[in-house]
């Protein structure tokens, strides 16, 4: 039976599972792996730990959670081991930081985790080669991010810069504001 905190007890460790707390499943354990089904489907399959007291968390289960919670995700357990198994490349960090930064830690954070159930539909690799291409061109957003992994690369526009030399004749200068008009003499008046 599935506990409150998202996992299924299997001998001696814990295992995650995307399932609501108090669903009874089933566990297949194997030499290798630990299969966890559901209604004849596989929910969950974890890398079988040998050790005692473990938690064996993918942050893939939690992330429904952590969108309504996203103050969460910055200590959870299922993020650190993510980091440790290097699954949490340094671009989805630069991403996250970014989108804090302009949007604030609640709307930044939820972003990136709706960022991550766009790549658990469609892959992390692809996924990171979104972040990556976004935070080199300059994108800092979610639907930056969100374009370049849902667009094939031939559907994308090109990156090369195009020549816009002959727009140089529109080109005018700046028009002068002037703070305090007492100071400068050569700034007009308006009254």
């Not at 669903?23 to 929910?43: F, G, H, L, R, Y």
């Not at 959870?76 to 991403?95: D, H, K, Y």
């Not at 004749?169 to 002068?176: E, I, Q, T």
Request: proline share 7%.
């Amino acid at each position: 039976m599935v506990d409150t905190k998202g996992c299924v007890k299997v001998r001696t460790n814990w295992y995650s599972v995307p399932v609501k707390a108090g669903t009874t499943v089933q566990v297949k354990v194997q030499p290798a792996a630990i299969e966890v089904w559901q209604d004849s489907a596989c929910v969950a399959c974890h890398e079988r730990c040998y050790e005692r007291g473990q938690q064996i968390l993918n942050l893939e289960h939690y992330l429904e959670v952590l969108e309504r919670k996203p103050g969460a995700l910055a200590g959870s357990t299922p993020l650190a081991q993510w980091r440790e198994q290097g699954r949490w490349p340094a671009s989805f960090e630069r991403v996250w930081q970014e989108l804090v930064r302009r949007q604030g830690k609640a709307e930044g954070t939820r972003q990136t985790i709706r960022l991550l159930q766009l790549g658990k539909a469609k892959g992390y690799e692809k996924l990171q080669t979104a972040a990556e291409s976004a935070l080199a061109w300059g994108c800092k957003d979610e639907a930056a991010v969100r374009y370049l992994l849902l667009t094939e690369p031939a559907g994308r526009p090109p990156q090369e810069s195009i020549p816009v030399g002959w727009l140089d004749r529109y080109a005018r200068p700046l028009p002068k504001v002037c703070r305090d008009l007492s100071r400068q003499p050569n700034c007009p008046r308006t009254e």
